[in-house]
């Protein structure tokens, strides 16, 4: 993993470290795959406090670390706010398709399943 250079400074995997199974690790759970799902439709950084989700904030914080230590979110502090991206390139360009199949699957899903959009069910209680 790189080096942080301050407290606040995050540590990510380069392009180069991201291994496929901690990306389809990170994707498998229905959580997390909806904070994609938010990252990839808004298609802009977003903060964490953006997200509501079914689950406490310890394990909200822990579902970010999954995402960020495996690679598909890059996580940045903007004064006090942690500011969360999508790597899709850096994806894309070890994966290609992959994370587009994998977020044309879940919305098919969510549509059989009669979610709607941001706030939807996700089958997660």
């Known amino acids: 993993m790189t080096t942080t250079t301050s407290p606040r400074a995050l540590e990510h995997p380069t392009r180069d470290q991201i291994r496929l199974e901690a990306v389809l690790h990170a994707l498998a759970d229905p959580v997390r795959l909806r904070i ?32 960020r230590e495996s690679g598909v979110i890059q996580q940045m502090y903007r004064g006090t706010a942690k500011l969360n991206a999508l790597r899709g390139d850096d994806l894309d360009a070890l994966f290609p398709g992959l994370l ?25 209680s």
């Open 36 to 67: 994609v799902r938010d990252m990839a439709r808004e298609g802009t950084e977003l903060s964490c406090s953006y997200f509501d989700l079914p689950v406490t904030k310890s394990t909200t914080t822990h579902h970010f670390r999954v995402l």
């Open 100 to 124: 587009g199949a994998v977020l044309a699957a879940a919305d098919a899903q969510a549509g059989r399943e009669g979610e709607g959009g941001r706030g939807g069910g996700d089958g997660v």
